[in-house]
């Protein structure tokens, strides 16, 4: 079974410009979680989309935004790009029959950002 | 959702057991004890996880003690590709809440 995909894996921008990142998770997997990793702030948690519906969100400003297709493929996009948005940002895809995150998540490499 | 407290580094010789340990003293009931690891550059691997039980798969073995405030992951034999940050994750659904991990270092 083909793991969780993202693309592109390595993208550049400037300031003020905006971006979209995507994600293709596994096979079956309905739920899809975003994450931005820095140095400085490790892991955190962006937002969860199940079913076309984000279901949770995490403390990220409203720049950040992010949409679910119905075959379960996941977009984020951020708009008026900041240098401190610079990050790899992980794409999570997991079963959630009953939702949420006591189902083991599968990430993929994740997309580098740099922000110029 | 609780959070995790881990030290921050851990050396490992290759062929011995690697014990990372975990305090989650404010864990409720409903929480599971999630396992991670990420390799440099990498997405975050999934290991183990458990509820109350001791739990054991072809990667890890995950001790959690009775009152659930603390567990361990017991990698039984590292080797220098077991060298990677380790993610102690308490949640019971609405937020993986992925803390600052242990980097831990297999020495050859």
């Known amino acids: 079974k083909a793991g969780v995909t993202q693309t592109p894996r390595y993208l550049i921008k400037t300031r003020g410009q905006q971006v979209t990142l995507s994600c293709s998770p596994i096979s079956g997997h309905r739920s899809v979680s975003w994450y931005q990793q820095t140095p400085g702030q490790g892991l955190q948690f962006l937002f969860e989309y199940f079913s076309e519906t984000q279901r949770n969100k995490g403390n990220f400003p409203g720049r950040f935004s992010g949409r679910q297709f119905s075959n379960s493929r996941s977009e984020m996009n951020v708009s008026t790009l900041e240098l401190g948005d610079s990050a790899l940002y992980l794409c999570a895809s997991s079963f959630s029959v009953r939702g949420g995150f006591t189902d083991t998540q599968y990430f993929g490499p994740g997309t580098r950002l740099t922000v110029l | 959702d609780a959070k995790t407290t881990q030290p921050p580094s851990m050396d490992c010789a290759e062929g011995r057991a690697a014990n990372l340990p975990c305090n989650h003293s404010t864990i409720s009931g409903n929480e599971y004890v999630y396992w991670y690891r990420q390799i440099h550059s990498q997405g975050p691997q999934y290991i183990i996880h458990g509820l109350k039980n001791n739990e054991t798969n072809e990667m890890a073995s995950l001790i959690i003690t009775e009152d659930r405030k603390s567990s361990t992951l017991i990698l039984p034999h590292a080797t220098l590709r077991d060298t990677a940050v380790y993610y102690c994750?308490?949640?019971?659904?609405?937020?993986?809440?992925f803390g600052t991990g242990t980097s831990l270092t297999v020495i050859p």
């Open positions: 994750i308490v949640t019971t659904g609405n937020q993986f809440y």
